[in-house]
DNA sequence: TAAATAGTGTCTTTGAGACACTATTTC
DNA sequence: GAAATAGTGTCTCAAAGACACTATTTA
């Protein structure tokens, strides 16, 4: 998309624009990278090495580079800390989309820092590493960080989060718990090969509602004849008692015709 | 939220703090209005008096001033173009939400600019004025628009639009096409009251497809049971042949339970 | 064999498509 | 009365909740 004047004069104009004309800020992108570990909904967070808000929690991020855009800038740190590739369409491993910007003047101490923050979900995502200006990376549970996220009303609970990073992994988690309803983005909170009870722990888990087993397997396995998943045609392995589940795979389409009804709706 | 430094050394910290530190961008805060006109779908643009792009069609939009954050500024754009006072929650005339960031560091031949752009949706909109920076305001239908928004390949097409609006208009109205689906975001493109062939007509013109009146009208009539719509129990006045239908309001609920299908779903 | 988990069959209710039919208006 | 539009009744099919029942594994 390279720029042609379409006349001398705005040639002109362009060669004399003073870009200092208007109020600049220094521009992010921060990651919320969800996944299930140890059956619980959990976050990906880095503890601050430096000044502002150092040894608190925060979203991976950075400074978005002069010659990037934000979505290159959020797929590089995702990279850089976890080693996973990202994708948009449902494909890959990782899903990774724009959530929101966040653009608060006094948002950072520093200076106007907008953040484009955007939402990650994958599976049996390694152990992190920390980067060069991070003490230490690891995964939350979203259910031990403070209020607003999943009920948990005890004030002295979870991790101190920096900047408004509670709002943004707020925003997160419930743009996760919607599209599970309209998406097959669950099927990227599971590993693959994976039995519809995986998916149906996934769903349980991010919604922290049960669902009925019958009831899910039945329209998982009308998914499956149009391909939202596919059968692989084989079982489990055995390891626990109780008849081994059919093992499936990720289908070829991203959105369902029909919402996957949450239990109490009716919002 | 006024930051509290943690510690003596990160007040200092924050004292030195050099904001060049890291490259900068100028922020600004895009809208696009759809409503229906004349049974259209239409996004409001304004012309542009300035370069770069003079002669352009572009969204309503401006720089985000230092002490306030996008969205202020998008709804302050909205209501000196339209008068509109906007509102997020379904409860106001104009609904108005994020839609996306645009980070593309080539999007302005000027320098690097990030749009937020944001979806604003209401009807009955007085013809717009023009702002200070703009030779003209007026609503154009979306079809009239270039490729990719409708279907309309003709290349010929349409007016000539700036920067990378072309993109954010189809991104809105796909946003909104897909919203009609899960909420109840079209009583916001017709005018209160309206009637329950009022609203199909409204869906038909953002999806352009023709729906069975009679299962929209059980679906609508199910819908006022648990108060999404709500009947005033008087009818329109007359004026054409015909039965009068019945009038009703929006009513206490945004979010639908079930997804609304679209004819050809399956995506 | 008991316990545990996956999966099937069947009944009932509800929503949606199809379509014949009725109701209320203008001309 | 004819034309036009809104609204009702009814049949059929598919999806979802409930729940009894069968299947396959470990210990």
Same mark, same amino acid.
């Given at each position: ?9 705005? +040639?002109?104009?362009?060669?004399? *624009?003073?870009?200092?004309? *208007? ?38 991020? @950075?400074?978005? +580079? ?32 724009? =959530? ?17 923050? *955007? ?28 209020? @607003? ?26 743009? =996760? ?10 099927? =990227? ?22 669902? #009925? ?9 009308? #998914? ?11 079982? #489990? ?14 289908? @070829? ?15």
């Amino acid at each position: 998309m390279t720029y042609q004047p379409s006349s001398e004069a705005e +040639g002109a104009f362009l060669a004399d *624009y003073d870009p200092t004309a *208007y109020p600049t800020v220094a521009l992010t992108a921060d990651v919320v990278l969800l996944t299930i570990r140890d059956g619980q909904l959990s976050v990906l967070l880095v503890e601050r090495a430096e000044h502002p808000y150092r040894g608190a929690w925060a979203l991976p991020g @950075g400074f978005v +580079g002069p010659d990037e855009d934000a979505d290159t800038a959020a797929a590089r740190e995702l990279e850089e800390e976890t080693g996973l590739e990202a994708a948009s369409d449902g494909t890959g491993r990782v899903h990774l989309e724009q =959530l929101a910007t966040y653009t608060a003047p006094d948002r950072d101490p520093r200076t106007r820092v907008v953040s484009v923050a *955007y939402m990650a979900v994958a599976a049996d995502v390694a152990d992190p590493v920390a980067g060069s200006d991070a003490a230490a990376a690891r995964f939350w549970p979203v259910a031990d960080l403070a209020v @607003g996220l999943t009920g948990n009303e005890d004030p002295e609970a979870g991790v101190d989060l920096a900047f408004d990073h509670e709002r943004i992994i707020a925003d997160a988690v419930a743009r =996760l718990r919607g599209k599970l309803e309209y998406t097959t983005l669950a099927t =990227l909170l599971v590993a693959e090969p994976f039995t519809i009870p995986d998916l149906r722990r996934a769903y349980e888990t991010v919604w922290d509602e049960q669902l #009925e087993p019958v009831g899910f397997r039945q329209r998982m396995v009308r #998914e499956a004849a149009v391909d939202r998943i596919r059968a692989i045609g084989d079982t #489990e392995a055995g390891g626990r008692p109780g008849r081994p589940a059919a093992l499936y795979r990720r289908g @070829g389409h991203f959105f369902l015709d029909r919402t996957f009804p949450a239990p109490g709706a009716g919002r």
